[in-house]
């Protein structure tokens, strides 16, 4: 643990104050454009939407990322997602998980998003209510997204994007399903 957080203070202390990925037109930096997105990047995000326990239960909700990865090529980046998923209906409780996620850039800021990895989510039994949510248990699966992406600044990014999100929890008929959409911001 100690040699991870080592590792990584050692990659932001050596990165460049500002990210190479910028793009410089006529009008100074552009907005519009390829950027190169190779480096380490940090971010965040926040999503709204909701999920289906089961193929007639909706239940709205809202999730918080923390990302961080780096940029194999211009074009693709590869990093961790670490998700919290707030239920916004009473006595549901939480999921939170993570992915292993890769996020291509097909034409200058439209992206194709994919992801996979396990999530802690709620246990219910379909028979009864949600007052009686019984603890968590775990789903594996990923997600699938696209979006685009803006730049603010020469190292800053913000992207609108729409998440579809299903984990696979054993003993379950039917996964569970989110849909989201959101704002996820970068810095390289």
Known sequence: MLGTALALGGVWLAA?????AA????RGVEIEGARDRRGLYVGGGLGFGGTFFYYDDFIPASRLEFNIGGGVTKRLTLGVNLHLTPYLQRSVGVAFGGDVEATGYVWRGFFVRTGLGLGAVPRRDPTRSFDEVDGMTVGLGGALG???EFWLNASAAMSVGLTYDARFVPGDSFPRQALLVGLRFAWF
């Open 16 to 20: 460049p104050t500002e990210a190479e």
């Open 23 to 26: 793009v410089t037109g006529r």
């Open 146 to 148: 696209l979006g685009y």
